[in-house]
């Protein structure tokens, strides 16, 4: 979804209940972006999941896979969840977890070129024209997935 660009303050504030003041507040201004508006759910990790899988190395698909032991904290502990909560039927519109920054940022690099082999070339063939790379200004190519900045997470 768009979010429209704007200003939004920063660090320190009401969740200080410490008193510490060790976060300045600052004020940052948030160009215009687009957000999903749902997590990423366990059903499209386990599409990317498949893709590597099937395309790239087995050490690549290995580092790829997501920690399950994030549930195995003894505040957190639940059984169903360190064994199933990926790939169990029952979670799989769940948000996905226990995935590092470096495995975030592989899947929006995958999920980019997934979305634009689709948006750009439909069906798997390419339009008929002269020159059947598509490039950003032909507005066949959508612009990269990525993660959002801290500013826009907090803007959001």
Not at 36 to 62: C, G
């Amino acid at each position: 979804m768009f979010i429209e660009g704007g200003r939004v303050t920063l660090g320190g504030g009401e969740e200080d209940v410490m008193k510490r003041n060790d976060n300045r507040q600052r004020t940052v201004t948030i160009q215009s972006f687009y957000m999903d508006e749902t997590e990423i759910a366990n059903v499209h990790y386990l599409e990317y999941l498949y893709s590597v899988q099937k395309d790239s190395t087995l050490d690549f698909y290995e580092a790829a896979l997501p920690d399950t032991s994030v549930w195995r904290n003894d505040l957190a502990f639940n059984d169903p969840y360190v064994e199933q909560y990926l790939r169990f039927p029952g979670f799989r519109m769940y948000p996905v977890v226990g995935i590092s920054w470096t495995q975030a940022t592989d899947y929006s690099l995958w999920r980019t070129a997934v979305v634009n082999k689709n948006v750009a070339f439909p069906k798997g063939k390419p339009r008929k024209r002269k020159n059947p790379i598509a490039n950003m200004e032909s507005g066949l190519i959508l612009p990269e997935y990525r993660l959002p900045t801290e500013a826009e997470w907090e803007y959001a």
